[in-house]
């Protein structure tokens, strides 16, 4: 098992900066792409921001360029930095984990955290 957990989250003001962090435990050997979704009422979760285990990167089109997801594989936690914040940004961030064992993959979420951005 693994066990994924985030902060960071808050109320900001348009145009503002947050920085979420996500601390993985437990069985985290193997842990290859670790990412960040969020959620908005009423809405799927989409993926915002992933990382692999050797580093690459990719981001949804609308937080390119304003968002930027990073890796402490020492300390198996995983950032996302957030810039120039919109009130469209205004979600739950979930941290998700994925952790490949002979051929499994095996998926971890975190609790969330509530991102509100205001106008």
């Known amino acids: 098992q693994v066990q994924l957990v985030e902060s960071g989250g808050g109320l900001v003001q348009a145009g503002g900066s947050l920085r979420l962090s996500c601390a993985a435990s437990g069985s985290i050997f193997s842990i290859n792409t670790m990412g960040w979704y969020r959620q908005a009422p009423g809405k799927q979760r989409d993926m915002v921001a992933r990382?692999?285990?050797?580093?690459?990167?990719n981001y949804t089109d609308s937080v390119k360029g304003r968002f930027t997801i990073s890796r402490d594989n020492a300390k198996n936690t995983v950032y996302l930095q957030m810039n120039s914040l919109k009130p469209e940004d205004t979600a739950v961030y979930y941290c998700k984990a994925e952790r490949l064992v002979q051929r499994v993959t095996y998926v971890y979420w975190g609790q969330g955290t509530q991102v509100t951005v205001s106008s």
């Open positions: 990382i692999t285990s050797g580093g690459t990167t």
